[in-house]
């Protein structure tokens, strides 16, 4: 292949034709009017969830900043000598 030849990906896109442009105001419209109910569906699915366990026992908070990290993670505020325990000079092997 030369310097001069496109590939297909950059070529440029052709406009839409007309069908094409009814088909993706349809889709967009369908898909507005269906956007409520699924919303709605959402909840009273979230609504039932609480009510047939309200307490999850698989739930894990979010670590907050002065949580510890789990270990097997590196960075700076890792205990136990992660990569981020290495003082400026130490290696690895030392």
């Given at each position: 292949?030369?310097g001069?030849?496109?590939?297909?990906?950059a070529?440029?896109?052709h406009?839409?034709?007309a069908?094409?442009?009814?088909?993706?105001?349809?889709a967009?419209?369908?898909?507005?009017?269906?956007?409520?109910?699924?919303?709605?569906l959402?909840?009273?699915?979230?609504?039932?969830?609480?009510?047939?366990?309200?307490?999850?026992?698989?739930?894990?908070?979010?670590?907050?900043?002065?949580m510890?990290?789990?270990?097997?993670?590196?960075?700076?505020?890792?205990p136990?000598?992660?990569?981020?325990?290495?003082?400026?000079?130490?290696?690895?092997?030392?």
């Open positions: 292949m030369t001069d030849e496109q590939s297909p990906v070529s440029p896109r406009p839409p034709t069908a094409q442009r009814r088909n993706v105001q349809r967009e419209r369908v898909i507005g009017l269906a956007a409520p109910f699924l919303d709605l959402l909840a009273v699915g979230d609504r039932i969830s609480r009510i047939a366990e309200p307490e999850d026992h698989e739930y894990y908070p979010v670590r907050t900043e002065g510890p990290r789990p270990e097997g993670r590196t960075g700076d505020e890792q136990g000598g992660g990569a981020g325990d290495r003082r400026q000079g130490e290696s690895a092997g030392d």
